[in-house]
Structure formats: structure tokens, C-alpha cells
């Protein structure tokens, strides 16, 4: 699988850690950053381009590259200071994304409003979904329910505009299962299949994980 998007990690703890190696794994261009030496020496044998540096430094920030990177995934959830210098010192060298892993609702207020782009609860999303979920091209969410099986909410394409199911035959073509269909935020379950699809509707889907890169 391939991504084009440039990824940049700050914080190699465990959730860190996920994060970067499941992107690497993938495929991604990731930078890795922490300023433990020990952690960024564990990390180099599964993530490529490590770091050692302090990324809370204008001066770092700049000699890293990170005003090229796409996608900045900040973990550092133990030190909001930390976080929040990170945060903004992203957002004013132009990176477009800033994903900031927080401890409480109260430090995601903060990190939002200093610009993150999204916040995220290791508690609710595994460092490993979220790379997955950064990968994964056209799916708005995505879920494993086994190792074999996965719950994805899929984008209506637009070349699947204004047909039914019966015309595109999904199941058959992507080997899925339309579970659900979602339209203006309300979720269908007893699905018409001769009810026209719309660019603004997603579906939920099951399917064998080993199957999703054909929906890519």
C-alpha cells in the first residue's frame, strides 16, 4: 500500500510508537521525534527516520522539515506544556494537520484552541487505528472487529453517484457487506437497494481486512 501524505511523529512512548510503526509498515514517509535518546534508539528498527531532538524548539522545528510534513501526530500527552508549544509551532510553520493525543478533556479544550486540528483519547483510539484510519484513503473510519474482519464507514465514491446497489453490485465486485447506509447524520439499517446513492452519504460496511486494499 502506498500513501503520499508525509507523516512526522512527536513522543515515541507506546502510543507513539504504534502510530509511527504501523505508518511505517504501510508504507508511509515517517519522521519520528523524541527527546529521549533511549526511546528513539528502541524505535530506529521499525521506524526508519528517527530523531533525536527537542521539538518544542522554533529552531528544531525548522532544521526537522516539519513546515513540508503533511501530518503532524503529537503524543506527548504526559506534558501538556510540551504539547502545546508542539501544537503551535506546527500550526505557524504551515503544517495542514495537527493530531494531538490529550489526557483529559480539558487538555484537549486546551490543545484545540491553540490549533490542533483533532484530539485524540488513547483509552478510545489505539495508536495503530489511528495510523490505520490515516492510511486508509476514502474510508471515514475504520475498525477492527478480529484480526480477519473489519467495520469500515466508507465515503459514497463519486462514480458510485446516483446508482443503486443493484447497479454497482459491491458485494460482489469489493467482497463487502453494506450493513448501513448513513444519510444527513441519520443511520439506515433497512437498506432500500434500488434507492439512489449521493456523494454526501457514507456507508458502513463489513469486510475481510485482507480485501480492503481493493477498496483503496
Not at 28 to 40: Q, S, T
Not at 58 to 63: A, F, N, V, Y
Not at 132 to 153: A, P, Q, R, T
Request: overall charge negative.
Amino acid at each position: 500500500m502506498s500513501n503520499k501524505k508525509t507523516y512526522a511523529v512527536f513522543g515515541l512512548g507506546r502510543y507513539g510508537c504504534a502510530v509511527a510503526r504501523e505508518l511505517s509498515a504501510n508504507g508511509a514517509e515517517v519522521l519520528a521525534v523524541d527527546i529521549d535518546e533511549e526511546k528513539v534508539n528502541n524505535a530506529v528498527s521499525s521506524v526508519p527516520y528517527c530523531k533525536c531532538a527537542d521539538v518544542t524548539d522554533p529552531e528544531t522545528i525548522k532544521q526537522l522539515g516539519i513546515s513540508n510534513v503533511d501530518v503532524v501526530i503529537i503524543s506527548m500527552a504526559t506534558n501538556l506544556e510540551a504539547s502545546v508549544m508542539a501544537t503551535m509551532l506546527c500550526k505557524e510553520v504551515g503544517v495542514k494537520t495537527v493530531i494531538a493525543k490529550c489526557s483529559s478533556e480539558m487538555n484537549c479544550k486546551i490543545l484545540e484552541k491553540v490549533g490542533a486540528d483533532r484530539v485524540v483519547f488513547p483509552e478510545s483510539e489505539s495508536g495503530i487505528r489511528l495510523a490505520k484510519n490515516l492510511m486508509s484513503s476514502g474510508f471515514v473510519d475504520i475498525l477492527d472487529i478480529s484480526g480477519e474482519v473489519s467495520m469500515v464507514e466508507l465515503e459514497v465514491r463519486p462514480e458510485w453517484d446516483n446508482k443503486n446497489l443493484l447497479e454497482l453490485n459491491l458485494r460482489k465486485k469489493y467482497s463487502i457487506n453494506i450493513v448501513a447506509i448513513i444519510e444527513n447524520d441519520k443511520v439506515i439499517v433497512n437498506i432500500d437497494p434500488e434507492k439512489k446513492l449521493n456523494k454526501n452519504m457514507s456507508m458502513i460496511v463489513i469486510a475481510d481486512t485482507s480485501k480492503l486494499a481493493k477498496l483503496r
